[in-house]
T-cell receptor, first 111, second 115 residues
Framework: GQQVMQIPQYQHVQEGEDFTTYCNSSTTLSNIQWYKQRPGGHPVFLIQ?????EVKKQKRLTFQFGEAKKNSSLHITATQTTDVGTYFCAGPSSNTGKLIFGQGTTLQVKP | EAEVAQSPRYKITEKSQAVAFWCDPISGHATLYWYRQILGQGPELLVQFQDESVVDDSQLPKDRFSAERLKGVDSTLKIQPAELGDSAMYLC?????????????FGPGTRLTVL
């Protein structure tokens, strides 16, 4: 079946360093969504990308949707301790439209 | 800001017992989702409602799980009997419409531990 995969699974960085997580889908996506889940919390919607090659920024976060609409990335510049959490990408199933989540990338930031 | 409500937040039960979780979506949201999230993994959809109708329950273990949304507002997810492998976080989410492009708003979840 359709799969959404993320790498790396875990990332430990020193505060101030940059961080990138990558998301790959086995099929072309109509859109991709990114969510953040703080430790002990629930997923919170960050952004949605729809167009091929789209790049969106939210302060220190930069999101990119690949030209083929099968991959995406999230880059955080100069990480802060508040960035700690698990970042999930999710794309709709081509058959049913339901969101398929990647397994997430857990970011730890050392102060 | 409106939020999705869930209760209980934590539930510990013994295997073979019955458990039930409740969810109240954001007012006006027609679509309601129940997800299961195992530690270290992303949420996996169990069932999706559009108003009171089930849109997708292909991943719901129907021999032991049931879900209802009788009046198209709040919803209940039941497990009977619970098994050890059911230990997980059960998340409820809602969205305005049924669409792969619509933002989903998640509740705080119910963490289930089956002993």
């Amino acid at each position: 079946g359709q799969q959404v995969m993320q790498i790396p699974q875990y990332q430990h960085v020193q505060e101030g360093e940059d961080f990138t997580t990558y998301c790959n889908s086995s099929t072309t996506l109509s859109n991709i969504q990114w969510y953040k889940q703080r430790p002990g919390g629930h997923p919170v919607f960050l952004i949605q990308l729809v167009k091929s090659g789209e790049v969106k920024k939210q302060k220190r976060l930069t999101f990119q949707f690949g030209e083929a609409k099968k991959n995406s990335s999230l880059h955080i510049t100069a990480t802060q301790t508040t960035d700690v959490g698990t970042y999930f990408c999710a794309g709709p199933s081509s058959n049913t439209g339901k969101l398929i989540f990647g397994q997430g990338t857990t970011l730890q930031v050392k102060p | 800001e409106a939020e999705v409500a869930q209760s209980p937040r934590y539930k510990i039960t013994e295997k073979s017992q019955a458990v039930a979780f409740w969810c109240d979506p954001i007012s006006g949201h027609a679509t309601l989702y129940w997800y299961r999230q195992i530690l270290g993994q992303g949420p996996e959809l169990l069932v999706q409602f559009q108003d009171e109708s089930v849109v997708d329950d292909s991943q719901l273990p129907k021999d032991r799980f049931s879900a209802e949304r009788l009046k198209g507002v709040d919803s209940t997810l039941k497990i009977q009997p619970a098994e050890l492998g059911d230990s997980a976080m059960y998340l409820c989410a809602s969205s305005l419409v049924t669409s792969g492009t619509d933002t989903q708003y998640f509740g705080p979840g119910t963490r289930l531990t089956v002993l």
